[in-house]
């Protein structure tokens, strides 16, 4: 079994700065990738950002410049720092960790972007 436990979201103005957290727990063999997800209501999940254990990093295009993935492979921990949010920003954001074995999901965490 293992627990994914995300925090960070919540409400910010336009331009602000959130940063978010995802720490993996329980019986984890090796992890491979570790990343950020969203869905917006009425949306797809789509992928914000991912790092593998070997540190390449991947973002999509509208993350590009302004979001930061980072991980302590020591804490099995991934952090996303995003920065000049925006209204279109707003969504669920979901952990995701991807080990030798399997394909884990956080439970999501509520980020809110005002005009």
């Known amino acids: 079994q293992v627990q994914l436990v995300e925090s960070g979201g919540g409400l910010v103005e336009a331009g602000g700065s959130l940063r978010l957290s995802c720490a993996a727990s329980?019986?984890?063999?090796?992890?491979?990738?570790m990343g950020w997800y969203r869905q917006a209501p009425g949306k797809q999940r789509e992928l914000v950002a991912t790092?593998?254990?070997?540190?390449?990093?991947n973002f999509a295009e509208s993350a590009k410049g302004r979001f930061t993935i980072s991980r302590d492979n020591a804490k099995n921990t991934v952090y996303l720092q995003m920065n000049s949010l925006k209204p279109d920003d707003t969504a669920v954001y979901y952990c995701?960790?991807?080990?030798?074995?399997?394909?884990?999901w956080g439970q999501g965490t509520q980020v809110t972007v005002s005009s």
């Open positions: 329980g019986s984890i063999s090796s992890i491979n990738v």
């Open positions: 790092v593998t254990s070997g540190g390449f990093r």
């Open positions: 995701r960790v991807v080990t030798i074995r399997d394909v884990y």
